[in-house]
């Protein structure tokens, strides 16, 4: 009862703050509000759980699309309502509030971040859990990806929850190895940039063909599923999170599956700066920004980054990425870490101007088509400046 009581205590006095820090413009205020939810009742995550079907969604990228359109399709095919962060909160405080949230629906989509995936799966008990990819991300952030695959292979050792994973990442196939019921998808593999070596023995990864193979028998468990080799990243994700949909109980037929594969979303929002359109990609880590320069096709690109806060202060990460599909473009960088951009293309031989913002970058093209690649915060504040908001940040006119 006292139990109980400290809980709807915890969840109302969340609410409130939350409330108040929308009202004072300090954002949607979800952070907060599960942090005072956290602060007054420490187990309330695992409260918030109990008797609820709970998906978790993890990787390096594409976790918040691939949660709302996970969301989305469990609405659709399921017929009942679906809680789930529309922010993309992962981390516990975030993950509080989603969880609060009323409706206390049956069903929910929770994004979590890498390192506390082991302690979001105790706490939430999940049905499902959804791993899309591991890749390199910025150093602040997660550190090596062999780091993270251990951690998630010491946790998944209960066999109480079905994890949907892409087998062609060696880092996954470490992951769950120790783990109960694994759907594994292939997409007929593809080499993985940073597994040289194996995951689980450290030996040579026999990369003769597009999958791998160990002595060690990493790699050797069959796919469930298999699916087109020619699928982007967006597309792959969207396999996993229809094969996470079906194990929730929802029925997919193949056209239907196909249907949502081939309308797969992806984060690209065009903006219009003078009057000139320019699709624009969202990416955050080195896999991403090769995911995105894949898409470039235009011949006059735009290239913003920032280092604040959530992009990571430390722009080490841009020597990660390979820029050649850059060569014999016209490229302008800017944002507030323009000049560390420009300084790493012009290390690759790739010629490169700079632009005091978005909008005097997009200027200097007298012509479409134009396509840019932006970081989260730059991203963040063009979607701002087109809805009219400032952000104080020295956002992007
Ligand atoms: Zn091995």
Redesign the pocket.
């Known amino acids: 009862m006292f139990s109980k009581l400290r809980l709807a205590t915890a969840c109302k006095a969340g609410e409130l703050s939350g409330r108040l820090s929308i009202k004072l413009g300090r954002g949607r205020g979800e952070t907060l509000s599960g942090r005072v939810i956290l602060a007054l009742d420490t187990h309330a995550i695992s409260k918030l759980s109990a008797g609820r079907d709970i998906v978790l969604v993890s990787g390096t990228n594409g976790k918040t699309t691939s949660t709302r359109n996970l969301a989305n399709i469990l609405r659709d095919f399921a017929g009942e309502g679906v809680s789930t962060s529309e922010s993309g909160a992962n981390m516990p405080a975030g993950i509080a509030a989603l969880l609060a949230q009323l409706p206390r629906n049956r069903f929910a989509v929770v994004e979590c971040d890498e390192m506390y995936l082991p302690e979001m799966y105790q706490k939430l008990s999940p049905k499902v859990i959804v791993l899309l990819n591991l890749s390199r991300d910025q150093l602040h952030r997660t550190g090596e990806v062999r780091k993270v695959s251990n951690l998630w292979h010491q946790a998944f050792t209960n066999d109480d929850v079905t994890f949907v994973i892409d087998r062609d990442d060696p880092f996954l196939e470490h992951a769950v190895s120790q783990a109960g019921h694994v759907i594994r998808v292939s997409f007929s593999g593809r080499r993985h940039p940073d597994a040289a070596t194996?995951p689980?023995?450290a030996?040579i990864l026999d990369w003769s063909t597009s999958d791998y193979a160990?002595?060690?028998g990493?790699g050797a468990k069959l796919p469930d599923v298999r699916a087109d080799k020619r699928l982007d990243g967006p597309q792959r994700n969207t396999v996993l999170v229809i094969e996470a949909a079906r194990l929730m109980g929802a029925e997919i037929l193949a056209d239907e599956a196909t249907d949502l594969i081939n309308k797969a979303p992806d984060r690209i929002h065009t903006f219009t700066a003078g009057g000139k359109v320019v699709p624009t990609h969202l990416a955050k880590n080195p896999e991403s920004w090769r995911q995105a320069l894949g898409d470039v096709l235009a011949d006059q690109v735009v290239l913003s980054v920032n280092a604040r806060g959530i992009d990571g202060r430390d722009t080490s990460w841009l020597w990660d990425i390979d820029y050649a599909k850059l060569r014999g473009k016209r490229v302008i960088c800017t944002g507030e870490r323009r000049l560390d951009v420009a300084y790493r293309l012009s290390v690759q031989g790739i010629e490169v101007s700079v632009a005091s913002s978005f909008a005097q970058a997009v200027e200097e093209f007298t012509s479409e088509p134009i396509q840019a690649i932006v970081s989260y915060t730059a991203y963040q504040d063009l979607l701002a400046a087109e809805l009219g908001i400032t952000t104080g940040n020295g956002g992007v006119q």
């Open positions: 194996c689980n023995c030996a160990c002595a060690c990493l």
